[in-house]
């Protein structure tokens, strides 16, 4: 059974509304003016409001807006000896779904409820629909970024098992990346981009060969020229992945530099993703800091002194400002 709120300050249609609406099956509750009205709605449900236009205090408009703001499983029909055009364009916008006017028809007004209570379930199970679909995409949008996190990090873990010296090295520069990112008040999800991409940003490394990534010597030229190539290999393994960031660029450009001498594309400047250029700064300190095999650690004083040396000109001057911040101001350790 439906409960229908009926709120008119004239008893008589109060009455001759309850006699009509309860004779076919409806539970009445009757309201003589806005403020009983709200104090019935408190105190249970209703399915459909009735309410005239002109009452002492708030008007069945104002009402109308309350119910559709607060209990949105409610529909409401305006009642009113008004046939104005300008009141029936207000109740149109306070969201009601009809508009009788006095004397009005028994049968009109029965349709009109019929209709109107219809309506107002089409609606929630269509809203309720929507709000499980949604639901239902979220929770496979996360299955599917878990298992494409996992698969990405089972191929960075092939990569460092085939060049132990940089075991970590990927992670170290995503925590940094993502420390600078959020020094320099990027939005939560460019900070969670520059991760991702950072935790993979060497991918392409897959492509050399291990006794090149370990070779305790210098690289000759052709070496040298076979490491270059891991941005590209990289870039082209994920190209197709559809992140919600571009972090094939990122991987592909992060071995840019702000003056145009960097590699694979000689990109300059603003051309270079922002992005990109944090995770350059947060890969040049990272590995000047770290051991390698042909060489021991530089030291993080080091690795910050040529940052500075080159702010503006290789290294993009914010990230630079924001990474030497985070050491010497702020205790970042790449333990934390």
């Not at 209709?115 to 995409?137: F, G, H």
């Not at 494409?148 to 992670?171: C, K, N, W």
Request: one cysteine or more.
């Amino acid at each position: 059974m439906e409960n229908i709120l009926v709120v008119d300050d004239e008893e008589q249609v109060r009455r001759l509304l309850n006699r009509t609406l309860s004779g076919i099956g409806y539970a009445c509750t009757l309201a003589a003016d806005g403020a009983e009205a709200r104090k019935c709605l408190d105190r249970q449900p209703f399915d459909l409001a009735l309410c005239d236009v002109n009452m002492p205090g708030e008007s069945g408009i104002d009402l109308a807006r309350h119910i559709a703001s607060e209990y949105q499983d409610m529909a409401v029909i305006i009642l009113t000896a008004m046939d104005d055009p300008k009141t029936a364009d207000a109740a149109i916008e306070a969201g009601t779904y009809g508009y009788i006017i006095k004397p009005f028809n028994p049968n009109e007004l029965i349709i009109n409820i019929r209709n109107a209570l219809r309506r107002r379930k089409l609606e929630i199970v269509n809203q309720t629909y929507r709000q499980d679909l949604e639901q239902m995409v979220k929770e496979r949008t996360v299955k599917l970024q878990r298992a494409l996190e996992g698969i990405i990090q089972a191929s960075v873990r092939i990569v460092e098992s085939r060049d132990p010296y940089t075991a970590g090295h990927q992670d170290r520069v995503a925590n940094l990346a993502g420390a600078i990112a959020i020094e320099m008040n990027l939005r939560e999800n460019q900070v969670e981009g520059i991760r991702m991409a950072g935790s993979i940003h060497d991918l392409g490394k897959i492509s050399v060969p291990a006794e090149i990534l370990s070779k305790p010597s210098r690289l000759t030229e052709i070496e040298f020229a076979l490491i270059k190539t891991h941005p590209r290999v990289g870039y082209d393994i994920i190209a197709d992945i559809d992140f919600p960031w571009p972090i094939a660029q990122m991987v592909l450009q992060h071995h840019e530099r702000m003056d145009g001498s960097g590699y694979p594309q000689g990109l300059s400047g603003q051309d270079i993703l922002l992005e990109a250029r944090i995770l350059c700064v947060a890969d040049v300190v990272e590995a000047m800091a770290s051991h390698r095999p042909y060489r021991s650690a530089l030291g993080i004083d080091v690795a910050l002194k040529e940052i500075s040396d080159n702010a503006g000109k290789l290294y993009d001057p914010e990230a630079a400002d924001a990474v030497l911040k985070l050491f010497r101001e702020k205790g970042f350790t790449f333990d934390q």
